[in-house]
């Protein structure tokens, strides 16, 4: 013990001579490992540490959605509320909610067939599957097979230009359109949402070429929900532009121009991913006989990103970030790096190696704060309002999959929640609450507490956010820069609450830190979560859910409901 805080010094008083916060380039003097003990009733250090060492361990493997990892994760959290004893609210009376995560990809036996020429597959066309993430960038609402003998064929333009066919005019049509074309000569367009086309036949691009798409070639692993609300997924085909001017006998076709027919099947297949994956849900049942039919739903993702395909030297990752990188996986590292700041982190990542006992390769992205931390202030929440005074209203906790992979395991709970959502009187979300300060130097500023959504949907919920905090053993500074209008990082559109709010289901975000050295690297670990901040973060917010679950009505919205199935724009 008294040489590892020798080491503790040390390396504080190099990173004084190096120019960088000593906090943040300092050994943390938390272990690499630790000993679970039986948890209590209130959120304390010693139970936040026991439960973020176990959710974030290696033997997790990253928490990575369809893999054993995430499903050892999830196991976990179902056992933790059954142990607290929540009321199971996933399948069949389990506590898990299964996600269709699965691998699939083209059907090579597909045809298709302009007029009576019959066309190659994955040279004249190949069918896509969705592209892309979340709903915020046209998330890929896309994929559906094609049948059809004979189906009128019409030209709509170029996608992106101001004038381009109205979904209209493409009804019961194949719609064919031409790409717009980047500077180095390839077509891009899949930042243009197609849904509008979704009652078309079919849509068909002119993009493909003999090194597009490989990865829509093979089978690989999406989230595909047959059972979604909403409107259909579009079959989309991407075609070579000689099959355009096949259709249309011309280089250059005018919007509205009637091309020949196409008749084909053309289709996916699917098969399980390596491991199922699943959403968790429990429930607090609330003490009041009048609103304990209702809920407030307090919600985290318990996925991560998996494992790298090799190791790295964890202190020296950790050290080139914190001197050069500082935000992290969202912040490209620097093109040059000149010889004083290699030197700069090499004298730093020697007294890391120093304070670890040697060097230590990693290749696991544990996700300790990103987001064990919001999982693990779940849990606790969870134990404080079993162990402690009922809440009035009922308290529905959804820790959601698939967050990493975009948002998937919120989309598909808010599609097919397992209780009624207009019983969902408003929504917690978690993300990132394990940082912030003092050793990271968030950007929000010091005591900053990132939050979206107090002004957004419901004042009367954001009334409340704001009234708590006034107490005086919390006093956070709400940063709610990141929920501006038109704010760059799309942040109101990139976590799981977005899926609550688009039904009208108000909702508060919280985050400690958004994005410091550690965002998305193998050294998001256990060590470095600072637990008393943790703990003041979670008690505030289980006063928030106490609040909220007491009051005689929902709270009020301010807005009237969005288009649950429309493009999310911040």
């Not at 059907?107 to 020429?117: E, F, K, P, Q, Y």
Request: hydrophobic share 40%; proline share 8%.
């Amino acid at each position: 013990m008294t040489s590892r805080n020798h080491h503790i010094i040390l390396a504080t008083v190099l990173a004084v001579l190096l120019g960088a916060e000593p906090s943040r380039a300092s050994a943390q003097s938390l272990p690499l490992k630790h000993a679970p003990r039986p948890t209590t009733a209130g959120i304390t250090v010693e139970d936040l540490m026991t439960r973020e060492y176990i959710i974030a361990d290696d033997s997790m493997q990253g928490r990575d959605t369809g893999r054993p990892g995430g499903l050892r994760a999830a196991t976990y959290i179902a056992n933790e509320l059954k142990a607290l004893g929540l009321a199971p609210a996933g399948d069949r009376g389990t506590y898990l909610q299964e996600i269709p995560w699965v691998r699939r990809g083209p059907d090579t036996t597909s045809t298709l067939r302009i007029g009576d020429a019959l066309l190659r597959w994955g040279t004249d066309y190949l069918p896509l599957q969705r592209l892309g993430a979340q709903i915020f960038i046209a998330g890929g609402v896309f994929g559906s097979p094609f049948a059809g003998d004979n189906v009128e064929s019409i030209y709509g333009g170029t996608l992106g230009d101001s004038a381009i066919i109205s979904p209209e005019v493409a009804r019961g049509k194949v719609v064919v359109f031409s790409a717009p074309v980047a500077m180095r000569g390839r077509p891009v367009w899949q930042r243009i949402s197609l849904i509008r086309y979704a009652d078309a036949r079919a849509v068909v691009i002119a993009s493909l070429g003999p090194d597009t798409y490989p990865a829509m070639r093979e089978m690989r692993e999406i989230y595909w929900d047959s059972l979604a609300p909403g409107p259909r997924a579009v079959s989309l085909i991407a075609v070579s532009p000689e099959i355009v001017r096949r259709i249309f006998s011309s280089d250059t076709p005018v919007m509205g121009a009637a091309g020949l027919p196409i008749s084909g099947r053309v289709s996916f297949k699917a098969e399980p991913a390596p491991s199922p994956t699943y959403n968790v849900v429990g429930i607090v049942r609330g003490s009041n006989a009048r609103l304990r039919n209702t809920y407030v739903a307090v919600g985290a993702h318990h996925d991560h990103v998996g494992m790298a395909p090799s190791a790295v030297d964890h202190d020296s990752l950790r050290a080139f970030n914190t001197l050069l990188r500082p935000m992290g996986a969202d912040q490209p590292p620097p093109r040059d790096v000149t010889a004083e700041q290699h030197q700069r982190v090499k004298v730093l990542t020697d007294s890391l190696r120093l304070a670890h006992g040697g060097a230590r390769r990693d290749s696991i992205f544990n996700g300790a704060d990103d987001d064990g931390s919001g999982t693990v202030l779940g849990l606790e929440l969870a134990e404080a309002l079993t162990k402690g005074q009922r809440p009035e209203r009922s308290v529905l906790f959804v820790f959601h999959a698939a967050e990493e992979k975009g948002l998937y395991g919120a989309q598909y709970y808010s599609d097919h929640p397992t209780v009624p959502r207009d019983s969902m009187v408003a929504l917690i979300n978690m993300d990132q609450m394990g940082r912030g300060d003092p050793p990271d130097s968030s950007a929000s500023g010091p005591n900053a507490l990132v939050v979206l959504g107090v002004r957004r949907m419901s004042r009367q919920l954001g009334a409340i956010a704001e009234s708590v905090n006034a107490r005086p053993e919390y006093g956070f500074r709400f940063d709610m820069s990141f929920d501006e209008p038109g704010h760059p990082s799309q942040g109101w559109c990139r976590s799981d609450h977005y899926y609550y709010a688009r039904y009208g289901v108000p909702v508060l975000f919280f985050v400690s830190d958004i994005w410091y050295q550690d965002y998305h690297m193998v050294s998001d670990e256990p060590q470095y979560v600072e637990y008393p901040r943790l703990a003041k973060v979670g008690q505030y917010i289980l006063d928030v859910v106490r609040s909220v679950a007491k009051l005689p009505a929902r709270p009020v919205l301010d807005q009237p409901k969005m288009n649950p199935y429309g493009d999310c724009r911040q």
